[in-house]
């Protein structure tokens, strides 16, 4: 089997200037979604700025969906770096991805979980959700590949599944858009929905702009796209600063609906290192 660092030079090779370690999910994204309308009313819809030290990486529940190719590159890293998540405390099973069928549908390739207390740890963690989350989420919340993704000087999002570093953002041919309780695609008689249930998801009146609460999922969504898709979102926003703006900057103030106060990231400042971007980690008293 290649090493990882080998999958990624060739994946660079077969897509040049990809933007994460999954050249082929980022170039079926870029083929599918190249073209998709934006939502504008949808990004409009105000949500709040979600703080880990509240929702303990609610959005992680239940692990993640993913490709083939990007559960390829996850079962690789967690076997070629396996030193490095359990320096992070991930004790990793032997197999990170399984197969797994949902609600009747076909067999689907996700992460594996582990148990995890959320209804202990979060306070209106939602009832439908279980007590399983992501195996490469971290005691403190955070998540092990966005970790490894900054030790090793690279872009957070580097090794994140694309559904992850999105959420609670749908993308697909026919529109980029964000679920609300009305159209969340995972709402059924028995199951409240899902993207529209996380904290960082659900509507909420003292909150801002979905557009600028996820300006920076929405920057990074557009620079693998080459489209600017915040210019597509009809409302004020902030001059654009790009990713040089630190992305922990959507969970910095409390949440308006919440009521908790504190964020889930240390600071970060960042610098140019060899034409890329490097971001430097400066703890503070908030951070887990």
């Not at 963690?125 to 195996?135: D, L």
Request: net charge neutral; hydrophobic share 35%; with cysteine.
């Amino acid at each position: 089997m290649r090493s990882i660092h080998a999958v990624m030079e060739n994946d660079s090779d077969r897509s040049a200037g990809t933007l994460t370690a999954f050249a082929s999910a980022e170039a079926a994204l870029v083929e599918r979604c190249a073209q998709s309308p934006v939502d504008g009313a949808a990004f409009r819809r105000k949500i709040s700025r979600c703080s880990l030290r509240h929702c303990r990486g609610t959005c992680c529940y239940d692990g993640v969906h993913v490709d083939d190719d990007t559960a390829k590159i996850l079962q690789q890293l967690a076997d070629e770096r396996a030193e490095d998540f359990r320096a992070m405390g991930l004790n990793l099973p032997d197999a990170v991805v399984v197969r797994e069928q949902w609600r009747g549908s076909n067999p689907t390739t996700k992460t594996a979980v582990r148990p995890f207390p959320f209804k202990s740890a979060v306070e209106d963690y939602p009832s439908h959700f279980n007590e399983t989350a992501c195996v490469f989420l971290l005691d403190d919340a955070r998540c092990g590949l966005q970790a490894l993704a900054e030790q090793d000087d690279r872009h957070p999002w580097y090794y994140k599944p694309f559904s992850c570093w999105l959420h609670p953002i749908a993308v697909s041919a026919p529109n980029i858009t964000l679920p609300d309780e009305s159209t969340d695609p995972f709402r059924f008689p028995d199951y409240d929905g899902f993207a529209s249930r996380t904290f960082c998801g659900r509507s909420c009146a003292g909150g801002q702009p979905a557009a600028d609460v996820l300006r920076n999922e929405l920057e990074f969504l557009g620079r693998m796209l080459d489209r600017d898709l915040l210019r597509r979102c009809p409302i004020h926003l902030p001059a654009a600063i790009g990713m040089r703006r630190p992305i922990e900057a959507r969970y910095q103030p409390a949440s308006a609906c919440s009521g908790k106060v504190g964020t889930g990231f240390p600071k970060r400042t960042c610098a140019k290192s060899k034409n890329r971007e490097r971001i430097t980690i400066r703890p503070d008293r908030d951070a887990l």
